[in-house]
């Protein structure tokens, strides 16, 4: 039977999801294997090593960089505080003293003879790295963090802005066609993570932040607002580290797109629920898309559900979505995949595989077509 | 010696690519191609496999036998197996550098020309005059987490003190690098050598440091190739060694594989050195667009990390403008509309243009793409470039982003694309239309199309330095790049100067090789598309009298020039190509040039869009 590679996004009821906690460089691990976590628990810390002063010393004393050493009054490796004398020269018959004093509370690093610049550094920098969601410890990263494992239903979006976040799942539209109005965001939704259905305009984004909700999962937003929120044009799919206090994550694309079925069934399922999301994406080779977790309960957990995704192609039978104009947005299910290359109206020669969508039968390109993976 | 068969590699971020090149009575020529997805990262993270699965297609292409389980047989033996394996990589977001200069204009340069030309990313240039204090540059190194650094500043026995302080600089940085914790950044130093002793004393124990002759041992001198030859060394030593699987897979290649840009650059510095020729190549990818010029023997690359097709088609929106891109649309579209679809083509990378619509957006925003980064390439390629090269103490202080610049559209004489937006436009006279729009040549400028992007492989070919293998691979390499590699579009003749609208502006009298002969004559404002053969016409191109050709204002040329699929293009819009604003005449010019050259299928559909 005819098949085909397609990346798909997942939409999933029930899977082992497993999330990385790793500090940037190395530093002790607060947790043991088989805990059980919450999100908010740290699991691993470090100190970042602080940011650096350098202090010309031998132009400020008015000296060859050659007799810093003479100079000096602090030694290599000793802490120094803002405003602590660190070098000094005597003027002429030990009259018109002058010193160079600390800019910073730290410590000096080194002295330079060939420059005349002292190195001081700041105070190191604590890094903490939470659980992010509710699981226990599976694996621990010896020195960097812990590999935390849950069982959750777990979605993807197709992009995403704003880092880590996490709250009670509030449906505020009721259909999945409907957009999310400014008028729908109330001070009840702090903290929340809301959804909706195909859009939210920049003005409800913007009420959403003011009512500091958690997140945002919804079908579609506007690219050209994107500028507003940022502060520059997106050039490159590349976010995550946005400070917006609301994630928002985008399950469709933009524009004004309904949400899929699947997606907005299983958010609804799990209304009230706990979940953990994250906005950050990254379309790059080892692309990095936003998500949504929603630990399951013990009495959530079926034993029926495939819990391992498969990357799996197309097959007659796969609903899949179009991506990509004249037909975007639009989900079917696959008829028939034809071997052979078929010209499209652009006169592109590609391998099609043709979709029932509503009774019609569209012939899409195959690099159209975004899986939807479901269990 | 002599070589039957030659296969070749180039591991790309998501694509292998194999090609198999073989002797064919006498002749080297392409024979099969194959490709699988590239496996650097989860869940494989070995790039041998995608290796072998490309090799594995292009087996049961071929025919013939070239695995023997994971191993690539060498050399051939009767019929089976190749006599030689060799391979280029930008996998894993190719190779990215930092570079460091005492003088941002000056040892800065130099020393981004030698990483560049080595084929990497240059990611920033740091120097003592960038204007950013200390703890700026020493954050911005932190951030950055390069692959290498090259180091230059000073030239010999002047002072020591700026370059030093830029190693204290890095010292108190104390960079990571990208790939692998476990290892140490490699670092090259090519400054004063009179500074040696105390940059080992300050990186030597916290980086893998490297000397290497100075890139700049003189005011007026530039010696580029030492760093050069070292970036590629650790590239492969140190760098890719540390990607998964590519320890195994140098074992199995008979050269130094090399970085896919590098590789694409020297052959086309080898092209246009042996044929006396100014080049100019593009490669348009979904993230980066690479240019590589020679002018007046001078080779330049310059890669415009963030203008490309898929990944980053917003940025191109963003550097553009919409109104840049909608220009060259003929076609009412609803702007926010137009910026969402590019938005989603952004998210999904790998989608294709199904409607004529998408396209003709899509070759757009690629005509902007082009623009922009032969407009960074030409404010790059000032002053010198090459190995060994001297130059004037005048042209040393001309060496700014403002300076000269080396690029002469009426000297140039090849135009090479590739990419997808151009190797697999669906008309080749929508690559066309695309390179001259953007590049805009003057006088007379052959162009054409990387059929299927094999220059990298064909470029690590023609760098084999075992000494008996190295002549008969460049030979192989020159011959397949002439005869498989390119796609000889035709010739775009371009009179330059000003004249009034409608003013004749060229005569051009041809004669063919069969003997038949015919006269063109080009007005201010035409667009004449010609269909020829690639093979010599004799041609006397007579500008008006303010024009010029390339012979100079108003002087008679006679040469010969080649036609190709598009066969000649008489270009009289004028230089620079001057779009009007108003919607109705632009939509009406925009139909009259692409009909010219029947370059969509049925423009009366896109008058009924409008």
Request: charged share 25%; hydrophobic share 40%; with cysteine.
């Amino acid at each position: 039977m005819a098949h085909a590679y397609t990346p798909g996004l997942k939409v999933l009821h029930q899977s082992e999801v497993e999330k990385n906690r790793r500090l940037p460089i190395k530093g002790e691990v607060l947790k043991e294997q088989g805990d059980n976590v919450l999100p908010n628990d740290i699991v691993a810390k470090t100190d970042l090593p602080g940011n650096v002063q350098m202090v010309k010393v031998s132009n400020l004393l008015n000296i060859g960089p050659g007799d810093i050493h003479d100079a000096m009054i602090v030694k290599n490796g000793v802490a120094i505080s803002k405003g602590q004398i660190i070098a000094e020269m005597a003027g002429l018959f030990g009259l018109f003293k002058s010193d160079v004093k600390s800019p910073i509370d730290g410590t000096l690093e080194s002295v330079s003879d060939v420059t005349g610049v002292a190195v001081l550094r700041e105070a190191p920098i604590p890094v903490e790295v939470d659980a992010y969601m509710s699981g226990s410890v599976k694996e621990i990263i010896p020195e960097e963090g812990v590999v935390i494992g849950a069982k959750a239903a777990f979605i993807q979006g197709i992009f995403g802005i704003g880092g880590e976040s996490r709250g009670e799942i509030v449906i505020v539209s009721s259909s999945r066609d409907d957009e999310i109005k400014p008028e729908m965001i109330t001070t009840e939704h702090e903290g929340k993570i809301i959804v909706g259905g195909s859009f939210i305009s920049l003005e409800a984004y913007q009420k959403a932040r003011a009512m500091k909700v958690a997140g945002v999962v919804v079908g579609g937003f506007n690219y050209f607002d994107l500028e507003a929120l940022l502060g520059y044009t997106l050039g490159v799919a590349i976010t995550g580290t946005e400070s917006l206090g609301t994630s928002l994550v985008l399950t469709e694309g933009y524009g004004k797109i309904q949400m899929s079925d699947r997606t907005f069934s299983l958010l609804k399922e799990h209304e009230n629920h706990f979940a953990s999301i994250n906005g950050a994406t990254q379309i790059r080779a080892g692309v990095i898309r936003p998500e949504i977790v929603i630990p399951l309960d013990e009495n959530q957990i079926s034993d029926d559900i495939q819990f391992e995704s498969q990357e799996i192609g197309i097959d007659a039978g796969s609903l899949v979505r179009i991506i990509r104009a004249p037909y975007f947005g639009k989900i079917g299910k696959v008829t028939r995949l034809p071997s052979d290359l078929e010209k499209m109206e652009s006169e592109t020669m590609v391998r099609v595989a043709e979709i029932e969508v509503d009774g019609e039968i569209l012939k899409v390109p195959r690099s159209n077509l975004e899986m939807l993976e479901t269990n | 010696m002599k070589l039957n068969s030659i296969l070749a590699t180039d591991c790309g971020s998501t694509t292998t690519k194999a090609i198999l090149i073989e002797n064919i009575e006498g002749e080297y020529r392409l024979t099969v191609r194959g490709e699988a997805p590239t496996t650097v990262e989860a869940p494989f993270e070995d790039v041998t496999k995608g290796v072998l699965n490309a090799v594995m297609e292009v087996e049961e292409l071929a025919g013939r036998k070239l695995l023997d389980g994971d191993n690539i047989m060498s050399p051939q033996k009767d019929g089976v197996g190749v006599d030689i394996y060799i391979s280029t990589s930008s996998a894993g977001g190719g190779l990215q550098m930092m570079v460091a200069g005492a003088v941002k204009s000056m040892t800065g340069e130099s020393a981004e020309r030698a990483a560049l030309s080595a084929g990497s990313i240059v990611m920033d240039v740091i120097a003592s005059n960038d204007g950013r204090l200390p703890h700026e540059k020493i954050k911005r190194i932190r951030q950055l987490r390069p692959d290498m650094i090259l180091l230059a500043g000073g030239t010999d026995g002047g002072t020591v003190s700026h370059v030093v302080e830029l190693a204290e600089i890095l010292r108190a940085a104390n960079p990571k690098p990208r790939l692998g914790q476990n290892y140490k950044l490699p670092v090259i130093y090519a400054g004063n050598t009179k500074a040696q002793k105390q940059i080992q004393e300050v990186l030597g124990d916290i980086v893998d440091l490297d000397m290497v002759e100075n890139i700049r041992p003189t005011l007026e001198g530039e010696n580029l190739g030492p760093s050069r030859d070292k970036v590629h060394d650790l590239f492969m030593e140190h760098v890719m060694a540390q990607a998964p699987g590519y320890k195994k897979l140098m074992s199995w290649t008979d050269a130094p594989i090399m970085p896919t840009p590098g590789a694409v650059g020297s052959l086309i510095e080898m092209i246009a050195k042996e044929q006396d020729i100014s080049v100019v190549g593009v490669d348009i990818g979904g993230a980066t667009t690479d240019i590589f010029s020679v002018f007046s023997g001078k080779f330049n690359r310059t890669v415009s990390a963030n203008l490309g097709m898929s990944y980053s088609v917003c940025n191109v929106l963003a550097e553009a403008g919409l109104d840049n891109v909608l220009r060259w649309v003929p076609l009412d579209i609803d702007r926010k509309e137009l910026t969402n679809r590019i938005g989603n083509k952004m998210i999904r990378p790998t989608t294709v243009p199904q409607s004529l619509e998408e396209l003709i957006i899509e070759q757009a925003i690629a005509r902007e793409a082009l623009r922009l980064s032969f407009e960074q390439h030409k404010a790059f390629a000032v002053a010198l470039k090459g190995v060994q090269t001297t130059r004037t103490i005048s042209d040393a202080f001309e060496q700014s982003g403002s300076g000269q610049s080396l690029v002469n559209m009426m000297e140039l004489d090849l135009l090479v694309g590739s990419g997808g937006v151009l190797s697999h436009a669906p008309r080749r006279a929508q690559s066309a239309r695309m390179m001259i729009d953007a590049f805009q040549p003057e006088g007379i400028t052959q162009l054409a199309v990387d059929s299927i992007f094999m220059m990298p492989q064909l470029g690590v070919l023609a760098n084999i330095d075992k000494e008996s293998l190295s002549k008969e691979a460049r030979k192989a390499a020159l011959e397949v790049f002439h005869k498989d590699c390119l796609i000889r579009l035709g010739t775009c003749i371009t009179p330059v100067g000003k004249t009034k609208s409608k003013a004749l502006i060229l005569t051009a009298d041809l004669t063919f090789t069969d003997g038949t002969s015919k006269t063109i004559q080009l007005r201010e404002g035409d667009f004449i598309q010609m269909d020829a053969p690639h093979e010599p016409i004799k041609a006397k191109l007579t500008p008006a009298k303010k024009m010029d050709i390339g012979g100079g204002v108003g002087e008679i040329i006679q040469t010969e020039i080649y036609g190709g699929v598009t066969g000649l293009v008489f270009d009289g819009r004028g230089r620079p190509l001057d779009i009007p604003t108003d919607q109705g005449k632009r939509l009406e010019l925009l139909r009259k040039w692409s009909e010219a050259v029947s370059e969509y299928p049925d423009v009366k559909a896109i008058e009924v869009s409008i």
